[in-house]
């Protein structure tokens, strides 16, 4: 059988605890208590999150990684340190496929956390370029961000 525990959150509220084998984390401020979680329940959501985050800076880092790279041979083929066909055959490796089998709120999702990180303004073409979506997408995640308040 579990026996209760009390924790003290002020002088005048008391929180049961069924389970002492379980670590708790609460939210108090000015001795009134906000919020309670499990630890593990807490732990797993933050780090839930935490990798949603890292894997759209990922995709991020490798848009602006890729851009920069092509930007560069392209710089090189105006500066005439490129024949047109060597650029051509290095263009080649900068096309990108779309993603066809993402779903229009995991992409709202992902636009979320951006608009999250970063102050930067984005457009439907970066969002597009970004993502390796449609601009078709783009806009529609956009314009369902309006109508949520998440972008004005």
Avoid at 41 to 52: G, N, Q
Avoid at 105 to 110: D, F, N, P
């Amino acid at each position: 059988m579990i026996e209760k525990y009390d924790v003290i959150a002020d002088d005048s509220t008391y929180i049961k605890i069924l389970d002492p084998q379980i670590d708790y984390i609460a939210m108090i401020s000015r001795g009134q208590m906000y919020d309670l979680w499990e630890s593990n329940l807490f732990i797993d959501t933050i780090k839930e999150r935490f990798e949603k985050v890292i894997c759209v800076a990922d995709e991020v880092i490798s848009s602006l990684k890729r851009n920069l790279d092509y930007s560069g041979y392209y710089t090189a083929f105006l500066l005439d340190q490129l024949s047109e066909e060597e650029f051509q055959k290095i263009s080649e490796d900068y096309s990108i496929s779309l993603q066809m089998n993402v779903t229009e709120e995991e992409i709202r999702e992902k636009v979320r956390i951006l608009l999250g990180i970063s102050k930067e303004k984005f457009t439907l073409s970066n969002l597009s370029n970004i993502f390796k979506i449609g601009d078709d997408l783009s806009e529609a995640v956009v314009n369902k961000l309006k109508e949520e308040g998440v972008i004005l």
